[in-house]
C-alpha cells in the first residue's frame, strides 16, 4: 500500500525572538523545522514502511521543504515529492489539499495519507480533515488522535488516546489520519542514508505547480494572513493574596485560562 | 419577520443575495453546548451591525428556546449538521473551537477559508470579510488572518468569555430537519492496552508540577504529586526536593538538571534561586507558590501566590 | 540527526559515564549501527562517505554532548580506522574494515611507549621475524581504548639498525591474540569513560599477511595518520569550546548581581567577545582544512594549526566559562567542570602542542628550503 506523508516546514522558533514591547518579530537566521507532530507521523509510516508498504513523503515550498524531504529520505522514506515552489512557503490549508490531492494522482494513488494533527507555526491542522473531505475518504477523528497504524488487508486499525487511555478504532483504506505529536519516537537516520541523499540529486523529485496541472485558481489563497498580534508582555509577580479559599480560587481560575 | 421582508425592505434582491447570515454550529454535549452559547451573542452582535439574521444549528430540539433566547432569528435542530450546512447558502459559519473537525470538513465542502482557535471575532462592515487570529508558537504570538471567499468560517475559542444576555422575550423560528444522521466510516472498536514509548524527557513535558523545600514535607509532597495527576503533569523539583529524596536526579530542575519549557510550570514551595529559575527560562506561565513573600521565585512568575502550599492544594484539589 | 542523537541520548547519560568510568554498552551499539564508527569512510567499505568534513562535524557534535564517548569514537576512526584506510591493502581493508566502521570492533593505535612519547621514532617495540610471522615483544602506554579494543594498530620496530625511519613497520594486531594484555584502565583527570590503559606485547605472533602498509616504512604511515587526526581533534576541541560559550551565554542572561543581569557588566561582556572571536576562528580554520583534506590538497600544516589553536582555545573559552558560572563552574553538579578536566588532555595526546609548534615551524621553513633539524 503506498502511505503519503505529508511535511510541513516553518520557521524554527530557535531562529527568531518575539519582542512584545516592539510588537515585531526578530528573525536570526533563516532556519526551518518540520512540525513535530509530522515527523511522528512519517515514524508512524516508516514503521508500517519496515512492514513493507510504501512510504511516500511530500513538501511544499522552497529550498527548506527539499531538506525535510532529504532527511526523510535518509531516514527511509522510499520516495519523496518536492512540490517546488517559493510563492506557496506560506501556503493556507486550503490551496494545501488541492495540492497533496494532485501528488496523490501523481504518486499513482494512496492508501493511507499521514501527517501530525497540530502545526506550530501556522494555521494548517485544519489540513487532515479537509483532505478527507475532499477525497471522501475516512477520518479518524472526534477528540482522539491517532497514534499507531497497524494495516491487515484493507483495514487499517488505529491506536487512538483517549481521556486517560487507549481505544482501538477500524475503518478502511484509503483513509486520512492524523498522528498526534510525541506519539512515537522518530528514528535517527544511518549516517551511511544521509550522505548517498545528500550527494544523490534525484533523491528529491522535484515537480512544480504546473506539472501537477494546478491552475492559478485552484491556488488562490482562502485566508489572507493580515498582519501578526502580539500577546502582552509577561508581567511577573502578579501576588495573589487573601484567606486560603479565596487564593484556591483564584488558583482553579489560573489553571482553567 | 420573514428574511423575504427584511430583503425587500432594505432593497436587496432576496434572490441574489446568495450568501447570507451568520450561522453559528452548537456542539451536542450538555456542557459544551452551554459554553459556546456566548457564541451565539457575539454572533447576534455582528447580525445586527451587519443588517442580517442569527441562524443556530443544534441537535437537541430542547436547547432551541434557549438558543433563542441568546440571540437567535433561527433554530435548526438536525442531527446531520455538515450536510444540513451544505445545502444551505451560509456566509458566515461560527463554531465553538471543539467542533475543529466539523469545522475543517464543511469548510472544504463549501469551498470557505477557515480561521481555527481564534480568541476574537470580526467582521468587517464594508468587505463583510471575517478576521481573526490563530495562535502560533505556543502562544509566542498570533497570525492576523482575514477570510474574504464568499463563504467565511472560523472555530472560536470561547473559553473565559463571558455568558451571553438571555431574552426570553425573543422570538424566533424553530426549523428540525429529517435528515437523517451520517454513519461514521470509522468504527469503535474498543479500548486496547497500549503503553505508549515511555522516553519522553522532563525537558519535552507540557506541565510541570515542581516542589521544594517550602512544600511542607512528605505531606505536602503526596498532595503535590497528587494534583501533578489531576493536571496530567510531569512531577518534578528542584534540588533541595532532591536532596531531600522526594525526586531523582533525572526530575531535578535547575541548570546542574534539566532545563525545562513547559507551557505552565506548577512551582510549589520553591523559593528560586538562580541554579533553578535559569532552568525555567523557557517556561511560557509560571505560578509559583511560596509563604515566604521575599522569594526570588516570585520575580518569575506570572502568578505569584504568597501562602502554605499545603494548605491551598488542600482547597484546590477537591475542586480539580 | 547528530545534535538530536547527541542532544537526546550522549548528554543526559555524560555525568553518569564520567562519574563511573563505564560506557552504556547498548548506546555503543546504537551508534555503531547509525554508523557513527565510520563516518569518513567510503562507502564501499562499510562507512557512512562524509569524509573528513562530515568526520568534524561528527567529532564537533560530539565533544559537545559527551568528551569521553568523542574520544572513543576519536581513538577509534581519526587514528586507528585511518590507518588502515589509508595505506592498508586491499585485502587488511577488507577484512577489518567493515566491522570497524559498523562498530562491531573497536580500534586502537598503539604508538606511545613509556619511553617514547614525543620522541616517537624512539620506540622500543621489537618484531622479529620467524617463519612466515612476526613476534611482537614490548609494551606499549597511554593507549586509548586499549582495554575495549579488539583490533590495535601498532608500530613496532623490526630493524633496530636503521632506526624510525626505514625500520619501523606497522602491524595490525588482534586483542584475541596469545601474549596480548591490556592494562588496567587507568585513573585520569578527566575523560573518565574514555579507557586508557598499557599494553603487554609477550611474544605476539602476527601473521604477516597483517603488515599495514610497507615493512620499515610504518613510521611514514603513522605519521601521515596523527596529521590527520589532527583536523578532527581542533573539530572536537571547537566543540567543547562552542558548549562553554552556549553555557555562558544562558548563564550571564539568568544571573543577577548588583541589581542586574552579569550580561550587563563589561568585564562578562569581554570574556563572551573574546571567547566567541576565537571560536569562530578555529571554525574557520577547522573546516577549510577539512576542505583541504577532502580535496587532495596540502594540509599538514594547517593540521597542525588545528590541534594548536584548538586545543588552546578549548582550554582558554572552557576556563572563561567556569570564571563566569562563579562557584556554580566548579560544582560537580554542573556539567562545565567534567568539560574543564576533559579539556586538558587536549593540549597534549595526538602530538603535544610543543611537536605541533614544531611541525609548523618545520612546514612553514621547509617553504622557504629550510629544512631543520628537530
Not at chain 3, 623490526?158 to 594484555?181: H, I, K, Q, W, Y
Request: proline share 5%.
Amino acid at each position: 500500500m503506498n502511505i503519503l506523508v505529508l511535511l510541513r516546514v516553518g520557521r524554527d522558533p530557535a531562529s527568531f525572538t518575539v519582542n512584545r514591547k516592539a510588537e515585531r518579530i526578530f528573525v536570526h537566521r533563516d532556519e526551518w523545522r518540520t512540525a513535530p507532530a509530522d515527523l511522528n507521523a512519517l515514524e508512524a509510516a516508516l514503521v508500517l514502511g519496515d512492514a513493507g508498504h510504501m512510504v511516500m513523503a511530500v513538501a511544499i515550498g522552497g529550498a527548506e521543504a527539499a531538506v525535510a524531504l532529504r532527511a526523510a529520505r535518509a531516514m527511509g522514506a522510499a520516495r519523496a515529492v518536492w512540490v517546488q515552489d517559493d510563492a506557496l512557503r506560506d501556503i493556507d490549508a486550503g490551496p494545501m489539499v488541492a495540492v497533496v490531492q494532485r501528488v496523490i494522482e501523481h504518486i499513482g494513488g494512496a492508501g493511507l495519507v499521514l501527517m501530525g494533527a497540530e502545526v506550530p507555526h501556522a494555521d494548517l491542522a485544519q489540513v487532515a480533515a479537509r483532505l478527507a473531505a475532499a477525497q471522501g475518504w475516512a477520518f479518524v477523528e472526534e477528540d482522539a488522535h491517532a497514534v499507531q497504524v497497524e494495516p491487515a488487508g484493507t483495514a487499517l486499525t488505529v491506536t487512538v488516546a483517549a481521556g486517560q487511555g487507549f481505544h482501538s478504532v477500524q475503518t478502511n483504506e484509503p483513509a486520512v489520519v492524523a498522528v498526534v505529536e510525541d506519539a512515537n519516537k522518530p528514528r535517527y537516520a544511518p549516517a551511511a542514508n544521509i550522505v548517498r541523499v545528500y550527494n544523490d540529486p534525484g533523491a528529491v523529485e522535484r515537480v512544480s505547480t504546473t506539472d501537477l496541472g494546478l491552475a492559478e485558481e485552484a491556488l488562490a489563497r482562502l485566508v489572507t494572513r493580515r498582519g501578526e498580534r502580539y500577546p502582552p508582555e509577561r508581567v511577573f509577580g502578579q501576588v495573589v493574596d487573601g484567606s486560603t479559599e479565596e487564593v484556591a480560587r483564584q488558583l482553579l481560575r489560573a489553571l482553567r485560562a | 419577520m420573514d428574511i423575504a421582508d427584511l430583503s425587500a425592505g432594505l432593497g436587496e434582491d432576496a434572490e441574489g443575495a446568495a450568501y447570507s447570515d451568520i450561522w453559528v454550529v452548537l456542539p451536542s454535549e450538555a456542557g459544551g453546548a452551554l459554553a459556546a452559547t456566548a457564541l451565539l451573542g457575539e454572533a447576534r452582535r455582528w447580525a445586527d451591525g451587519l443588517g442580517c439574521y442569527v441562524h443556530a444549528v443544534i441537535r437537541l430540539e430542547a436547547l432551541a428556546a434557549q438558543a433563542i433566547a441568546l440571540g437567535a432569528d433561527r433554530v435548526h435542530v438536525t442531527l446531520d449538521p455538515l450536510g444540513y450546512l451544505t445545502s444551505q447558502q451560509p456566509e458566515f459559519v461560527l463554531l465553538p473551537s471543539n467542533l475543529f473537525f466539523l469545522a475543517a470538513e464543511l469548510a472544504q465542502r463549501l469551498g470557505a477559508g477557515l480561521i481555527t482557535d481564534t480568541p476574537t471575532v470580526e467582521i468587517d462592515i464594508d468587505t463583510r470579510a471575517l478576521r481573526g487570529a490563530h495562535a502560533v508558537y505556543n502562544g509566542d504570538y498570533a497570525q492576523v488572518l482575514e477570510v474574504t471567499t464568499p463563504e467565511k468560517m472560523a472555530t472560536v475559542d470561547v473559553r473565559g468569555w463571558p455568558a451571553p444576555y438571555a431574552d426570553a422575550s425573543r422570538t424566533g423560528e424553530v426549523i428540525v430537519s429529517d435528515r437523517p444522521e451520517v454513519v461514521d466510516a470509522v468504527n469503535w472498536v474498543g479500548p486496547i492496552a497500549y503503553t505508549p514509548p515511555a522516553w519522553r524527557p522532563l525537558q519535552k513535558a507540557h506541565t510541570i508540577v515542581a516542589v521544594g523545600r517550602g512544600v511542607g514535607g512528605e505531606a505536602g509532597v503526596a498532595l503535590a504529586r497528587k494534583l501533578a495527576d489531576a493536571l496530567n503533569a510531569e512531577f518534578a523539583g528542584d534540588r533541595s526536593a532532591r536532596d531531600s529524596g522526594w525526586i531523582d536526579a533525572a526530575h531535578e530542575v535547575g541548570v546542574t538538571g534539566q532545563e525545562v519549557a513547559p507551557t505552565l510550570y506548577f512551582a510549589l514551595g520553591i523559593l528560586g534561586d538562580t541554579i533553578h529559575n535559569a532552568a525555567i527560562a523557557g517556561a511560557k506561565r509560571v505560578i509559583a507558590v511560596h509563604p515566604n513573600p521575599d522569594a526570588p521565585i516570585f520575580k518569575v512568575a506570572d502568578v505569584a501566590i504568597v501562602g502554605d502550599p499545603a494548605e491551598i492544594l488542600k482547597k484546590l484539589l477537591p475542586q480539580l | 540527526m547528530l545534535r538530536e542523537f547527541c542532544e537526546q541520548e550522549l548528554k543526559p547519560r555524560a555525568k553518569e559515564v564520567d562519574r563511573t568510568g563505564r560506557q552504556v554498552p547498548a548506546l555503543l551499539r546504537w551508534m555503531g549501527e547509525l554508523g557513527f564508527f565510520g563516518i569518513p569512510f567510503d562507502q564501499k567499505y562499510g562507512g557512512a562517505g562524509a569524509g573528513e568534513v562530515g568526520y568534524c562535524i561528527l567529532m564537533q557534535e560530539l565533544n559537545r554532548a559527551c568528551p569521553s564517548t568523542a574520544t572513543i569514537i576519536g581513538a577509534h576512526i581519526g587514528i586507528a580506522a585511518m590507518s588502515l584506510y589509508l595505506d592498508g591493502s586491499e585485502a587488511l581493508k577488507q577484512k577489518y574494515l567493515p566491522d570497524l566502521c559498523a562498530g562491531r570492533t573497536i580500534g586502537a593505535f598503539g604508538l606511545t611507549e613509556p619511553n617514547a612519547g614525543s620522541d616517537a621514532a624512539g620506540i622500543q617495540l621489537r618484531a622479529t621475524l620467524e617463519a612466515d610471522a612476526y613476534c611482537l615483544n614490548g609494551q606499549k602506554l597511554w593507549i586509548t581504548n586499549g582495554p575495549i579494543a579488539d583490533v590495535v594498530m601498532v608500530l613496532a620496530v623490526t630493524d633496530p639498525s636503521l632506526g624510525a625511519r626505514g625500520g619501523a613497520t606497522c602491524f595490525v594486531v588482534e586483542a584475541n591474540t596469545p601474549g596480548f594484555a591490556a592494562g588496567q584502565p587507568e585513573r585520569k583527570m578527566g575523560l573518565h569513560g574514555s579507557p586508557t590503559s598499557l599494553l603487554n606485547f609477550d611474544a605476539v605472533r602476527v601473521p604477516k599477511a597483517n603488515v599495514l602498509g610497507e615493512v620499515g616504512l610504518g613510521f611514514v604511515t603513522f605519521m601521515k595518520t596523527l596529521d590527520i587526526g589532527r583536523v578532527s581533534l581542533g573539530a572536537a576541541t571547537l566543540g567543547g569550546a562552542e558548549e562553554a560559550l552556549e553555557a555562558s551565554l544562558r548563564w550571564v542572561k539568568a544571573r543577577s548581581q548588583f541589581g542586574r543581569a552579569i550580561a550587563h557588566m563589561q568585564s562578562v561582556q569581554f570574556m563572551l567577545a573574546d571567547m566567541a572571536t576565537e571560536i569562530e576562528a578555529l571554525r574557520a580554520l577547522v573546516y577549510r582544512t577539512a576542505w583541504l583534506v577532502d580535496n587532495g590538497q596540502p594540509f599538514v600544516k594547517e593540521a597542525g594549526m588545528c590541534k594548536l589553536l584548538g586545543s588552546e582555545t578549548a582550554s582558554r573559552c572552557i576556563d572563561r566559562a567556569l570564571q563566569i558560572h562563579g562557584a556554580l563552574g566548579i560544582s560537580r553538579e554542573f556539567a562545565l567542570e567534567r568539560g574543564w578536566r576533559d579539556a586538558r588532555i587536549a593540549e597534549i595526546f595526538e602530538g603535544t602542542n610543543e611537536i605541533q609548534r614544531i611541525v609548523i615551524a618545520g612546514e612553514l621553513l621547509h617553504e622557504r628550503g629550510v629544512r631543520i633539524r628537530p
